[in-house]
């Protein structure tokens, strides 16, 4: 157990809709990213978020948004939903945002599955 | 940029003998490396990392892995193979001057059988 937690596990909805997955960090933790595991694209890197302030951003579509809460949780949120938007979407965290003893720790994922 | 090729979708290696999955990267600065595992229906596991220093890293598990700049590689090892051992695994790099987000390679899926 990495004591980063994922809510829901698993989410089923319809195209067109939109949805929040919601992260908690490991105790200490200020920086949050999430990724995308898909089978056709593999493990991309969406956003991450240090402290409250957006610090990265990769491959993530502009119907995709997410926030890191004062407690330091984050939400990402998925609107207007694709069929291609079904993966697993990942969150992790570390103590800093990118230095030398940043080691990333996953949460246990949310699938989607887009209907 | 960066970036990381897993030349290998799937290793097979008999329990007991030694086991290597292979990952080689691409980075224009100095690199951080990491190995993950996932099982089936779970998160990812942090294995090892290498920062600096000792080019033969020891991680969770008994597996290890030996960083190698002149052939930009980073191998995951592990003596004896366990049955337990079979899942698929991660090589990731991050760019120590320019980037905090992990990129992954496609994944090894390591069988590893009775």
């Known amino acids: 157990d990495s004591g980063v937690t994922q809510t829901p596990k698993h989410l089923i909805t319809a195209t067109g809709q939109r949805v929040t997955l919601r992260c908690s960090p490991r105790s200490g933790d200020l920086s949050v990213y999430w990724y995308q595991q898909s089978l056709d694209q593999g493990l991309q890197f969406l956003i991450q978020?240090?402290?409250?302030?957006?610090?990265a951003k990769g491959n993530i579509l502009e119907r995709f948004s997410a926030q890191q809460f004062p407690d330091l949780h984050s939400e990402l949120n998925l609107s207007s939903l694709e069929l291609g938007d079904s993966a697993l979407y990942f969150c992790?965290?570390?103590?800093?945002?990118?230095?030398?003893?940043?080691?990333?720790?996953f949460g246990p994922g949310t699938r989607l599955t887009v209907l | 940029a960066q970036s990381v090729a897993q030349p290998e979708d799937q290793v097979n290696v008999a329990e007991g003998n030694p086991l290597t999955v292979k990952c080689t990267y691409s980075?224009?600065?100095?690199?951080?490396l990491f190995w993950y595992v996932q099982y089936p229906n779970r998160g990812l596991q942090f294995l090892l990392k290498y920062i600096t220093g000792d080019n033969l890293v020891k991680g969770s598990y008994g597996f290890e892995a030996e960083f190698n700049k002149s052939q930009t590689s980073f191998h995951l090892k592990k003596p004896s193979a366990l049955v337990s051992d079979s899942a698929l695994y991660f090589c990731a790099v991050r760019d120590q001057g320019s980037a905090r987000q992990l990129t992954f390679g496609s994944g090894t899926q390591l069988t590893v059988l009775p």
């Open positions: 980075v224009s600065g100095n690199p951080y």
């Open positions: 978020y240090y402290n409250g302030e957006e610090r």
């Open positions: 992790a965290s570390s103590v800093t945002s990118g230095g030398a003893i940043d080691t990333q720790y």
